[in-house]
């Protein structure tokens, strides 16, 4: 009696589906930064991806829904020339910008500041901005920024998405208690992207989660902050520093009340219009990173800035003392000297 024998099954490759059964069925169920992993992994898929722009501006909407907005989505659209411009739009606005300013060395930053020096200054600015909380869209707005007025550029760089009076409603409870504040820490995430309509670039300021939550011990109002570390002018570092301040109404909810982003330099600076839109300028033409851990990055270099602040205060503070220092032996030496002459 001969043994039956069965061959193993072979496992088959995605390649083998069907073009539309990938499109329609896988595709369209996976994020962006999925998306783009996978299109850097297998050529055949990274081809379908880049004839799918449709596939693409989706992607951008359901991460950011202030893109549908008609204006930004039209802007989207010619971000690339050969009609891959959501793809090139993702690409820019989901990573961090790269390599990381705290971790560069001094005379990399400054051949790359050299290197990049502003050829052009962008006349307006669109801000696409959304927050959330546990997943769940709480504000979402499209702001455009005039630049070339010589108002903004002599004036501290500062974008305001809310009027004094106006109040944005929430369904989160309002915090108090620092364990509640943990739970902001963990749970809100915003995305706060800078867009360039005339160069077609943009970058996203955001930290995608906080870096510092505060609750005023008076007054109740939390303070959340989001922040980016980018290579200033010179040497230099920069804080690009998104603040939601958040106050109490008569049911308990949490309130915005105001949302607005600064430029600071190391001594906590903020940066007039013109220094700063030089700095966006370089920051938006630069490299970008993979987008892996974006959020745990973003908190890690935002806590080596404060460390890089904290060492500079300490410098400057010895130096001074050291010259203050001097100053008083001159004095007494002055004096000293004086007194044995005409004594």
Known sequence: MSATTTSAPHAASISSLHNDIIESHIMTRLDGQTLASISCANTTLNSMLETNQRLWLDVCHSTWPSTTNELVSEIISTFSSDGYGPRVFFSESFPLASPDPTTSTSSSISSSHHNKAATWMPSRLISAVDVYYQNNLIFTKIEETETISSWFQCSPFRIDLLDPKDVVPTEIPHPD?????????????????????????????????????QRHWLSGEVQIRFASVLVGGAHELVRCVIVVNCGKSEGGEMQVRELSLEIEDMDGKHLHGKDSLEILQRVMEGKRGNGVKREKEARKRCKKFEEMKIERKERKLRVEGTLDTLSVIFGLSVFASLFFIFC
């Open 177 to 213: 208690a620092e364990h509640t504040c943990t739970t902001l820490f963990n749970n809100m995430t915003l995305s706060w992207i800078l867009i360039d309509p005339i160069s077609k670039h943009a970058v996203n300021l955001s930290s995608h989660k906080p870096v510092s939550v």
